[in-house]
T-cell receptor, first 115, second 114 residues
Framework: EAGVTQSPTHLIKTRGQQVTLRCSPI?????VYWYQQALGLGLQFLLW???????NRGNFPPRFSGRQFPNYSSELNVNALELEDSALYLC??????????????FGEGSWLTVV | AQSVTQLDSQVPVFEEAPVELRCNYS??????LFWYVQYPNQGLQLLLK??????LVKGINGFEAEFNKSQTSFHLRKPSVHISDTAEYFC????????????FGSGTRLSIRP
């Protein structure tokens, strides 16, 4: 069974540009989570989507946004990129909220470098 | 609200030695507990989890953790480590109510010396 898949794996963008990161959850999972892992800052919660709706949002500016599609895949969009957006962006998925004791499973991440 | 404290940011250990990575949490509600491992340049992989039942939980790669409710701890142990265990380890807690409120610790970097 395929795990959480993310694309692209690596990308380099210029400050001010926009980027879109993609995530496909484990088959049967309806919830998708996005995290930012910047150097030295640990895992920071960005967004949670379930059944196509944004359910919760971390402490990030509005230029971080996303959506979830009917097939439960998700996109994370970051506008007006800043140097400090350079990080590993991790997507995770879970069964219906509360399923499996709230266990979430991560993808391999997308490495974003802003220059 | 919940919080997680990983008491050691780095733990150097010799190969084949035992290791314990410490995790303490605080919460006003019942929680689930997790350990994740992140190998270099990879995503996070679930190592083990405590949902209920036996307080000693066994995970992958020979790791185990013990839930201690009175001390609000969930320490991770392995009796004999290998070079391949070199990674960052994250403790996490999630309230019964919602996976979206899962809180991660700051991580412990385990480095194995030959």
């Amino acid at each position: 069974e395929a795990g959480v898949t993310q694309s692209p794996t690596h990308l380099i963008k210029t400050r001010g540009q926009q980027v879109t990161l993609r995530c496909s959850p484990i088959s049967g999972h309806t919830s998708v989570y996005w995290y930012q892992q910047a150097l030295g800052l640990g895992l920071q919660f960005l967004l949670w989507y379930d059944e196509g709706e944004e359910r919760n949002r971390g402490n990030f500016p509005p230029r971080f946004s996303g959506r979830q599609f009917p097939n439960y895949s998700s996109e994370l969009n970051v506008n007006a990129l800043e140097l400090e957006d350079s990080a590993l962006y991790l997507c995770a998925s879970s069964l219906v909220p509360g399923g499996e004791g709230n266990t979430i499973y991560f993808g391999e991440g997308s490495w974003l470098t802003v220059v | 609200a919940q919080s997680v404290t990983q008491l050691d940011s780095q733990v150097p250990v010799f190969e084949e030695a035992p290791v314990e990575l410490r995790c303490n949490y605080s919460s006003s509600v019942s929680v689930y507990l997790f350990w994740y491992v992140q190998y270099p340049n990879q995503g996070l992989q679930l190592l083990l989890k405590y949902l209920s039942g036996s307080t000693l939980v066994k995970g992958i790669n020979g790791f185990e953790a013990e839930f201690n409710k009175s001390q609000t701890s969930f320490h991770l142990r392995k009796p004999s480590v290998h070079i391949s265990d070199t990674a960052e380890y994250f403790c996490a807690v999630s309230p019964y109510s919602s996976a979206s409120k899962i809180i991660f610790g700051s991580g412990t970097r385990l480095s194995i010396r030959p």
